[in-house]
């Protein structure tokens, strides 16, 4: 039988195509990280997957001298402009505490983040921000849901940080836009996504939200002790909490990085947007767990490793300096080592850290050290 060749344009189609087939089931081998094809984790989780890498991450519920609705760190946007020198965007953003991780995430804009704090409280502030966030439609909108606030008239898409809370902080709190909030909040935790919030859970989020409702944009980082006890969830224990040092939300939102620029996660629609989209997709993940502790953070490299992801930045807060006290650092320096990072990884810190060479006590003089330089003495230990 005679054999009648394809057409020269056909063959090359098929070559082609091809090709082009073995190229895409290789390409997780061919392209090293910080290339185009990063990062490799997923573009979003579903709502089981999102609540089960928090509950399989976490620990036992711990405590700490106080509740966690707010940062009083001054000088937290002062590191931005150098860690953004050294550390990759689009990577996962690790963190501990309260509103600031918004900030260097709006920095960073990493593809997933993870937020492991010792208080259980913690992981409901962080669920109370998600549903914040992607219930409103823009800055002034969640600044109004945040404190209960009614909406000032005026305000716009192009209006500074400053004139939104000097705005705000004219305006007085309203019982029925809280209760309303409150409501909001709850059904979409758990009507939408479906999350099994415990009744625990629910009155961690309502402490929150009556906190932010009861001193709105004023609230600082002692308000709360003036407030009820709060619930045994929260973990707080009380007693001295340190320096308030002045600061409130509006402050903090107010603030710059040193050189002038506004970097907060308020300073701007885009900032803004960038964290509703991480938030609506279910990549910004509460952990609770001890940085001292066994499971929390090698669980989630153990995660992150699976899924070919890289730690860009890794913000510890003033926590070693407890750590240190605790004898706990080098547990510590092990887990974190464990984690996938590499040359551009970067710690954010507040007080002294370890790589001021000590643990320095307060929480402002925020600095910023290359994590491989750090955890060097425990680098062959993981």
């Known amino acids: 039988m005679k054999r009648h060749p394809l057409p020269l344009n056909v063959r090359l189609s098929i070559l082609t195509a091809a090709a082009l087939i073995l190229f895409l089931t290789g390409i997780d081998r061919l392209v090293p990280y910080g290339t185009a094809a990063e990062p490799a984790v997923p573009s979003q989780l579903t709502d089981q997957q999102f609540w089960n890498l928090s509950r399989d991450s976490s620990e036992a519920d711990g405590v700490f001298r106080s509740d966690n609705l707010l940062s009083n760190e001054t000088t937290f946007q002062?590191?931005?402009?150098?860690?953004?020198?050294?550390?990759?965007?689009?990577?996962?953003?690790?963190?501990?505490?309260?509103?600031?991780?918004?900030?260097?995430?709006?920095?960073?804009?990493?593809?997933?983040?993870?937020?492991?704090?010792?208080?259980?409280?913690?992981?409901?502030?962080q669920l109370m921000y998600k549903a914040l966030f992607e219930l409103s439609k823009d800055r002034a909108e969640f600044v109004s849901r945040l404190f209960s606030r009614k909406r000032p008239a005026g305000l716009t898409a192009k209006s500074t940080v400053d004139e939104i809370f000097s705005a705000f902080l004219k305006a007085?709190?309203?019982?029925?836009?809280?209760?309303?909030?409150?409501?909001?909040?709850?059904d979409l935790l758990v009507k939408k996504h479906g999350f099994p919030l415990t009744d625990g859970d629910l009155e961690g989020i309502r402490w929150a939200m009556s906190n932010y409702y009861q001193f709105g944009p004023s609230i600082s980082y002692n308000s709360s002790l003036s407030a009820n006890v709060p619930p045994s969830i929260v973990g707080a224990i009380g007693g001295n909490r340190g320096g308030n040092n002045g600061v409130t939300y509006a402050s903090l939102m107010m603030s710059n990085d040193g050189n002038g620029e506004s970097r907060s996660f308020l300073a701007s629609?885009?900032?803004?947007?960038?964290?509703?989209?991480?938030?609506?997709?279910?990549?910004?993940?509460?952990?609770?767990?001890?940085?001292?502790?066994?499971?929390?953070?090698?669980?989630?490299?153990?995660?992150?490793?699976?899924?070919?992801?890289?730690?860009?930045?890794?913000?510890?807060?003033?926590?070693?300096?407890?750590?240190?006290?605790?004898?706990?650092?080098?547990?510590?320096?092990?887990?974190?080592?464990?984690?996938?990072i590499d040359e551009t990884s970067m710690f954010i810190r507040s007080g002294g850290g370890r790589g001021g060479r000590g643990f320095g006590g307060g929480v402002q003089n925020s600095s910023s050290n290359n994590m491989m330089g750090d955890l060097a003495p425990c680098l062959g230990k993981r």
């Open 78 to 125: 002062f590191v931005i402009p150098d860690v953004l020198k050294a550390a990759k965007q689009g990577r996962v953003y690790m963190g501990v505490g309260p509103e600031q991780n918004f900030t260097y995430m709006a920095a960073l804009k990493p593809s997933m983040a993870v937020i492991i704090d010792i208080r259980h409280g913690n992981l409901d502030v």
């Open 172 to 186: 007085d709190g309203s019982k029925d836009l809280y209760e309303e909030n409150l409501k909001a909040v709850n």
């Open 269 to 340: 629609e885009e900032n803004f947007a960038f964290l509703k989209d991480l938030e609506s997709r279910n990549m910004v993940v509460p952990v609770v767990g001890d940085f001292g502790g066994d499971k929390a953070i090698r669980a989630v490299g153990t995660y992150l490793k699976g899924a070919g992801a890289m730690v860009s930045a890794f913000y510890l807060s003033n926590v070693e300096q407890f750590l240190n006290q605790d004898g706990k650092w080098d547990k510590f320096c092990a887990s974190v080592a464990s984690l996938p």
